[in-house]
């Protein structure tokens, strides 16, 4: 036994996945992953894991891997140096900044890099090359939650914990499909659901697993959630059942909103969601006799224009009825990627600093002045689809992404392409060749979770630490390392030897972390951040929302209806994941096994739609929208109804991406880009 301890080592990690934020050991013999094993003491997940999470690590170890620096030259890479790689990197960006200002530099973050990468990613930005202009790929995914529920209670974040999701009375579903995307998390609700008592309603286009076990399955029109939101708000009102007490003490803008409310009776929300007042008032009544209402919402509602709005109508609806700042209840936007909660929590963002201080904030900005050494903007910079703009007119010049593939996660992703194209130079910093890193001058081998420490941030506010597992592989550095060598070329004197070192200068500069450091964090203990005097705060708000007067804002913006299509593009086509791959595929699909349970992907079309166009299973059907096409299979499938059809997004393959199709509309408040408002027409090529 003695032999095998020694040569088997065993390491502490944070699932490098989804948003959930399980940990669990893993068992490796030198390079070679042995097993992963969850442990009793895992705050979040104890013993479960999902398919990812459990099988999902081949990737380390890919024969794909970056493994040393590459320098682009003509249509080719070459090997080259650190050295060479670095010196490169100061010289160009050095450049562009002193022929074309600050502002013709743009940074994208990552959400699988550590808070502590993020953290000098947005340093590096303001500090070194003195721009706002970083981003992180929250603009594609949760901002417009974040922004709702910034503006309504104060703090972009889940509310409470997954524990308050699983001991909650009634839990609402909205757009997302848990059992997929964030499946231990799911596993949760369906043991509260079964056992517990607990009632659940899904809202979502696709019948999807979830929305089978619950006791009401609602298929509300594309982008129209708000309003059935409204309408349940207003009835809800109406009939006296909202929390007058809870209102009174803790909520600004009630007349305000009630006045808002007016338009929105059941008989107009019948109208455009096309659900029934019947099943309306159901949901209303459903959340008035439960104990605690936590509503989980994803994609599908912030990825359309009205996704701001929409989340700040959830935020309401849960402030009226009294289900935010107590356990048991809450807002909780999922976070699909691992540390993206974490990403925009360090800042990673054109408008803020750590720990959501506002650029335009003098006192706060002055705190970072000082600490920098620098003068910082107070206008907060570009986001990454302005990025895109900026160099579209020629105004941004050079971009250092790291750890995101922009070329093929955007929507409309032709178009992001042929911006990259136009740059004049493209830091990329990745663990594989991208679509995004094949339009690079220079590429800087990154590592992933196993081979460096550091702490992610999971969907609930909590800071957990990895352990370093492995070495990094062949020539490839920590992401940290490599930002630190990068402002170093440049004349600062970043000197950490650790990321304790970096999480304590953020720390020391962010009020939501002051009392978080690497020895709170000590092996499965844990820190959720959410007071500004230094305690763990699992339920937020209990004292008080995060404003001046303590007080909620209700939100009082209105409803924005889709985006308009040419009627011959006649299907929605609505999009997201599924259980085997993660998201776009770049790590999953250098997984076998994973592969073997999922080779492709496939388009999702209805009985109905089927029999009308002829259609069978594994038939060959090409999708159209205005933006481009993609040829695949189709699988009819009762989870979808009528002309909706559902495809996957983690194609690898140009043949069949989903953001071929996805276009340019983008939220009205934070620009994400309305994956979910895109419509196609489908032609029939032939049968399998
Ligand atoms: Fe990883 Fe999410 Fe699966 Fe947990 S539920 S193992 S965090 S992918």
């Known amino acids: 036994a003695a032999m095998r301890e020694t040569r088997t080592k065993k390491t502490k990690t944070v699932c490098t996945f989804c ?42 170890n890919s024969n794909q891997r970056l493994t040393t620096p590459l320098i682009r030259k003509g249509d080719t890479f070459v090997e080259a140096s650190w050295d060479e790689a670095l010196n490169l990197i100061a010289e160009k960006m050095g450049n562009i900044k002193n022929t074309y200002g600050a502002n013709a530099l743009g940074f994208i973050s990552s959400s699988k890099m550590t808070n502590e990468e993020n953290y000098l990613i947005q340093k590096l930005a303001r500090q070194v090359f003195e721009t706002n202009n970083v981003d992180n790929c929250s603009r594609y995914c949760q901002s417009p939650a974040s922004w709702g529920l910034q503006e309504t209670t104060g703090i972009g974040g889940d509310s409470a914990t997954i524990e308050d999701i699983a001991s909650a009375g009634l839990v609402v579903i909205l757009g997302c499909s848990p ?83 007016k338009p929105f009776t059941l008989e107009f929300a019948e109208k ?53 700042a107590r356990k048991g209840a809450g807002a909780f936007p999922l976070r699909g990627h691992n540390n993206v909660q974490g990403a925009a929590d360090m800042g990673t963002m054109p408008n803020i600093f750590p720990g959501y201080q506002s650029v335009t904030d003098d006192v706060a900005r002055a705190k970072f002045e000082k600490a920098y050494g620098v003068k910082i903007s107070n206008k907060p910079g570009l986001d990454n689809i302005q990025m895109l703009q900026a160099i579209d007119r020629g105004e941004l010049k050079g971009m250092y992404i790291a750890g995101e593939d922009m070329a093929w996660v955007d929507a409309n992703s032709n178009h992001t392409q042929e911006m990259l194209a136009k740059l004049d130079f493209l830091v990329v910093q990745e663990i594989f060749l991208t679509t995004t890193a094949q339009f690079a001058d220079v590429i800087l081998p990154g590592t992933p979770s196993l081979e460096k420490e550091g702490t992610f941030t999971n969907t609930e506010r909590r800071v957990q630490r990895l352990y370093q597992a492995m070495e990094p592989l062949g020539n490839s550095k920590p992401d940290w390392q490599i930002i630190t060598e990068v402002a170093k070329r440049f004349g600062f004197n970043w000197n950490y030897s650790h990321p304790s070192e970096i999480f304590a200068e953020m720390a020391s500069l962010t009020p939501f972390f002051s009392g978080c450091n690497y020895d709170v964090l000590e092996g499965w203990s844990s820190f959720h951040w959410g007071s500004t005097d230094g305690k763990n705060t699992p339920v937020l708000y209990t004292d008080g929302f995060n404003f001046p007067d303590k007080k909620a804002r209700l939100a009082l913006f209105g409803y924005v209806p889709p985006v308009e299509f040419p009627d011959e593009f006649d299907l929605t086509l609505d999009n997201g994941r599924l259980l085997e791959q993660f998201h776009e595929g770049n790590l999953t699909n250098k997984v076998g096994g994973i592969n073997y349970k999922l080779p492709e992907v496939f388009v999702e079309i209805s009985p109905e739609l089927a029999k009308e166009r002829g259609v069978e299973s594994g038939t060959l059907v090409r999708l159209e929208s205005p933006y481009g096409a993609v040829k695949l299979k189709a699988v009819v499938t009762d989870r979808m109804q009528g002309t909706n059809i559902y495809m996957p997004m983690h194609s690898s393959s140009h043949e069949t991406a989903v953001n071929l199709l996805t276009g340019n509309a983008v939220d009205v408040k934070t620009h994400t880009p309305a994956y979910k408002q895109t419509k196609v027409r489908m032609q029939v090529l032939k049968k399998q």
């Open 19 to 60: 948003g959930v934020g399980c940990s669990f050991e893993v068992w490796t013999k030198g390079r070679e992953i042995l097993k992963i094993e969850p442990v009793d003491q895992a705050p979040v997940n104890s013993i479960s894991t999902c398919i990812k999470g459990k099988f999902g690590w081949d990737f380390v």
């Open 179 to 261: 059992a997929e995307g964030h499946p231990v998390l799911a596993t949760r609700i369906k043991r509260a659901h079964k056992l517990n008592g607990q009632k659940l309603i899904t809202f979502d286009l696709r019948k999807h697993e979830m929305a089978e076990r619950s006791d009401l399955f609602v298929r509300p029109k594309q982008g129209t959630d708000y309003v059935w939101l409204a309408a349940v708000t207003k009835y809800i009102i109406d009939q006296g059942w909202h929390d007058e007490e809870f209102i009174k003490k803790h909520v600004n803008y009630f007349d305000e909103y009630l006045a808002l409310l």
């Open 272 to 324: 455009e969601t096309g659900v029934s007042k019947e099943t309306l008032i159901q949901v209303a009544t459903m959340i008035h006799e439960a104990d605690g209402t936590a509503i989980c919402w994803g994609m599908g509602v912030t990825q359309n224009v009205a996704g701001s709005y929409t989340s700040g109508a959830i935020a309401n609806l849960l402030l009226v009825t009294g289900n935010m």
